[in-house]
């Protein structure tokens, strides 16, 4: 078979962990045992913001081993800055942020690690469209896209209630022309490979199941920030469905011998080198 699963790093990023979107509803200044890996006791945010933190990374994931490139989500990079720059729309937006930036991290060195370039990438698959999931589309000039159509309207003409998506950011998306390719439902890319709408975080997110030597395993998206979310059985605080959130967290661990979370530094204490399957 011989698939395997790379996560790149494209940043890290942390918001205050009092505001409770690492596990719903949960004290993490209080209960101690539900704090995620990655947690900080103080932390300095812009906008004059100071506190507790939870540092997740900004991932990307490369498929290997299936005939084409394919790459999970795009991550965004926090280096940049601008009227468009994640940082500065969510500034405006009254997101208080804390990002690190390396040079090791760019979309080009990431992809270097595993023997590719941007231009080579076949397909990128879009769990969903929040802004440090869409932030490097446009990195990808040769690549066509697929993204559940029920994110667009979300993701173009966001209302100011929903978390995490930002107008400001469509252009990662209206840029990529025909390459973008809205689907319904389930969708299979591959024999080994399929792609399953569950909904629950946002309304069209979707979870990548891959057939590895290792079992079949599960990219979650934002489904699970952390593994905490998936060990506890605890809903993440961002959703916009809680049933399908929970409805899809009972999926997946039925369905896939490793689900894996997206933001979650513990990864690499359990996949060292950063490759599971």
Request: charged letters at 20%.
């Amino acid at each position: 078979m011989g698939r395997k699963i790379h996560m790149l790093v494209t940043g890290d990023h942390a918001g205050p962990a009092a505001s409770g979107y690492p596990l719903l509803g949960a004290d993490l200044l209080v209960d101690e045992d539900k704090r995620p890996f990655g947690w900080v006791d103080d932390m300095q945010f812009e906008r004059g913001v100071r506190g507790p933190g939870q540092r997740s990374p900004i991932t990307m994931w490369y498929i290997e081993g299936d005939g084409q490139k394919i790459v999970v989500d795009t991550g965004y990079d926090p280096s940049e800055t601008g009227s468009n720059s994640a940082r500065t729309v969510l500034a405006k937006h009254g997101f208080a942020l804390w990002t690190e930036h390396r040079p090791e991290w760019t979309v080009e060195n990431q992809l270097a690690k595993v023997g590719v370039t941007p231009a080579e990438i076949d397909l990128v698959i879009l769990t969903h469209c929040h802004f440090d999931h869409i932030g490097n589309n446009l990195k990808f000039p040769n690549a066509r896209f697929l993204v559940q159509r029920d994110e667009l309207p979300w993701a173009l003409h966001p209302p100011g209630y929903v978390q995490f998506y930002y107008g400001e950011y469509g252009y990662n998306l209206l840029e990529l022309g025909n390459r973008l390719e809205p689907i319904e439902g389930d969708y299979r890319v591959s024999d080994g490979i399929s792609l399953k709408k569950l909904g629950g975080h946002t309304p069209g997110s979707q979870a990548v199941l891959v057939d590895t030597d290792a079992g079949r395993v599960c990219l979650s998206g934002d489904l699970y920030f952390f593994y905490r979310n998936l060990e506890l059985n605890w809903p993440v605080g961002s959703f916009f469905d809680l049933r399908e959130l929970m409805r899809g967290y009972a999926w997946m661990t039925s369905n896939a011998d490793i689900v894996v979370p997206q933001h979650d530094w513990k990864y690499f204490e359990i996949y060292p080198d950063g490759i599971v399957g």
